[in-house]
């Protein structure tokens, strides 16, 4: 289940490592087989087997295990995977599962919604709770983020790809200190290198990004046009 996050004040960290080593480990990533890749890969070849005992729940029962499981993963379940964690029911009975459970939580007045992220489904807090949410992190630090870093964080990800000249740029500051402390984060990445003179790194949102934020996808970022790449 996840949780929209709320924004605070905090120091910034200058701990990421430089430029150059930050790219190398994306290189050595990407290269890196992927275990969770693999084990969904496996799951859709299991889905594509046909309806298994799962067929038989009631639609009643498919839409009360869908909530369990949702609230039970820290991580959205892509809905190949949930159809083999219920047995392989038929997907259309899934798909339909699911949009009957998001009816069933707008209709009911509860704080909660069923979202597509990353790939998956999970269940969220609705954005007109996210002021009493974020109490349950203040001053944990986890979630804590300068005004300074949420506007770095708003030029790259309306922007993207972008280098740290481009956020200077727009800044008129040095941006060399925030960006590494979004790179810690987990919130942006270095996506590659700038075709131009130098081949400075550039730099994208990642997955992390539209999870903290609530977001399926880029498209779903709100129009600002004073940010928005001409």
Known sequence: ???QSGTGDGEERDLAPDE????????????ASNPKEEALAAEAAEAKRGPGPGEALSDVELERQITALLFASPDPIPETRLRTLLQRPRKARVTDALARLGR??????LPLQVRSLRGGWTLMTSPESAQVV??????????????AALETLSIVAYRQPVTK???????GVQAGPILRSLVDRGLIRVTGRADVPGGP???GTTAEFLDRFGLGSLEELPRDAELARD
């Open 1 to 3: 289940m996840q949780m």
């Open 20 to 31: 150059e080593s930050s790219s190398d480990s994306a290189g050595a990533e990407e290269g």
């Open 104 to 109: 069933t939580l707008e209709d009911s007045g």
């Open 134 to 147: 974020s109490r349950l992190t203040q001053g944990s630090g986890i979630d804590r983020i300068s005004g």
């Open 165 to 171: 000249a481009d956020v200077e740029a727009v800044r």
């Open 201 to 203: 790194l550039e730099y």
